[in-house]
């Protein structure tokens, strides 16, 4: 219990880390995995085979590899001397990008074909077929499986905190090391977790409720 | 004299400015099935041809070929003088003028029925939303179903929502209207209500093409009758020659089967 009140500001940074770090990469995912599940099912065979590359290499790579890549590699080539922060969010944003490409997709194979040739044939691009007709009516249906990857990202986010950003399992790992019962610190930072992952499933019912599409 | 010769070394035998919708030589095969075979098909402009056959004649692939829902395999199809372009932006800004109505309706679900009328004038014909709104309305009225602007798609009865998909088509200014099959969903009761609006379009002068079992429409508003079997056009005739006096085999046999009930 006294954990919790002697660590107060380390538990609050946690918290709010790992609150930044979900955000951030989880945006990120977001609009990654939407522009990718466009080229997956664009007509243009190149753009089909990056989509098809990106989810099988994303998807299959351990995160920890990942990170791994993002923390040691990436700074060598591209991003020299960024913060943990912007490399932890692009190794889960990344990673997570290819789960949300393939809910969407999913979700983009519920529309009934019909609607997308309708929109083709009064004149439609394949860009506006897709942004105006079938995405909206995709959204629904990914909605369940969006809640469920947000919530799987919210937890892999504790794995930025083994890669010197400061999050929930970072503090946790802080105060064990320290000599704390382990039992209050998992129970504190459980909360904190399940603060997150409750908040977005709630947002996401929420969502479903009012984006319901009479057919 | 010379530029007759010019226009006519260009397009073939016929005033090229009369044909509207070329096919020539068009093959088309689903996986062995050859459904189409060598079609070979005039369509002139203010012309209605119908297209009448028994089921999986190819008369619907024939349809959607004429804008490339369905692509060919051999042989080629000009609208208006153009070659159908591959899938893109021209082929996009070709299909804006060819309106089709399709058997299951297809409205946009998400949309209101006055939004799916000016869906393609604003963002294809970039009219600006008033001036669309305007248009939307005064073809939902001239389809009757003006009442109904409102509502979701969902809400209208087929014979509506068919008759919303033929607005929503007009309302880009078509050259030339593809119907395939545009009351074969419908009940009974409602398929005279689509039927009166196509009607009034063919008096109007519009291009058409119908695919359709209706035989009465056939009759009374195609300049021409195309039976299609096996993936052939086997016969080509103008209305009371082919219903009275086939020449086929085929036609004969097609027609014995379901005028005399």
Redesign the interface.
């Known amino acids: 219990m006294n954990v919790l009140l002697d660590y107060l500001p380390e538990f609050r940074d946690g918290f709010l880390g790992t609150l930044a770090i979900t955000a951030s990469s989880g945006l990120l995912a977001l609009v990654l995995g939407v522009l990718i599940a466009g080229f997956r099912v664009s007509p243009i065979p190149p753009l089909r085979a990056f989509g098809t590359g990106w989810v099988t290499v994303l998807r299959n790579t351990p995160l920890t590899l990942l990170f791994l890549v993002a923390f040691f590699v990436v700074p060598q080539i591209l991003f020299q001397g960024a913060s943990p922060f912007v490399l932890a969010t692009l190794a889960l944003g990344f990673y997570t990008s290819s789960f949300v490409c393939e809910a969407v997709r999913s979700g983009i194979n519920t529309v009934p074909l019909g609607q997308a040739e309708a929109a083709r044939s009064i004149g439609m691009t394949f860009t506006q077929t897709l942004r105006l007709i079938v995405l909206p009516q995709a959204t629904r249906t990914v909605l369940a499986p969006l809640s469920s990857i947000l919530i799987a990202l919210t937890k892999n986010s504790a794995i930025a905190g083994a890669f010197s950003f400061a999050e929930l399992f970072s503090v946790s790992k802080l105060l064990n090391d320290k000599g704390y019962t382990v039992a209050w610190i998992f129970l504190w930072t459980a909360l904190g977790y399940l603060v997150i992952t409750f908040s977005i499933s709630g947002l996401f019912r929420l969502l479903e409720r009012r984006m319901g599409v009479a057919r | 004299m010379s530029e007759v010769s010019v226009t006519e070394n260009a397009g073939g035998p016929a005033p090229a400015a009369d044909r509207l919708v070329v096919l020539d030589h068009v093959n088309k095969h689903f996986g062995a099935l050859h459904v189409l075979q060598d079609i070979d098909l005039t369509i002139n402009r203010g012309e209605v041809v119908v297209v009448i056959g028994p089921s999986g004649s190819g008369k619907s692939t024939l349809c959607r070929t004429i804008?490339r829902?369905e692509t060919i395999d051999s042989g080629s199809i000009t609208i208006d003088g153009k070659p159908l372009p591959q899938?893109?932006?021209e082929l996009?800004?070709?299909?804006?003028?060819?309106?089709?109505v399709?058997q299951?309706f297809?409205?946009?679900?998400?949309k209101t029925v006055l939004e799916n009328v000016m869906?393609?004038q604003t963002?294809?014909r970039r009219t600006d939303k008033a001036k669309a709104a305007e248009k939307a309305r005064a073809l939902l009225d001239r389809v009757g179903v003006g009442t109904q602007a409102d509502k979701?798609p969902?809400?209208l009865s087929g014979g509506q929502q068919q008759r919303v998909?033929i607005a929503?088509?007009l309302a880009?200014d078509p050259k030339v209207m593809l119907f395939d099959e545009p009351t074969s969903a419908l009940d009974p009761e409602m398929i005279n209500e689509v039927l009166d609006v196509m009607q009034q379009l063919a008096r109007d002068g519009m291009t058409m093409v119908v695919v359709t079992h209706e035989m009465g429409f056939a009759r009374s508003a195609a300049n021409r009758v195309v039976f299609m079997a096996d993936g052939r056009i086997v016969e080509e005739a103008e209305p009371n020659q082919f219903f009275n006096n086939p020449r086929s085999e085929r036609a004969k046999d097609f027609l014995s089967k379901i005028l005399h009930h």
């Not at chain 2, 996009?92 to 089709?100: F, I, K």
């Open positions: 804008n829902l899938e893109g932006r996009a800004r070709l299909r804006a003028d060819v309106g089709m399709f299951s297809n409205l946009f679900a998400h869906l393609g963002k294809v979701y969902a809400q998909a929503r088509a880009m």
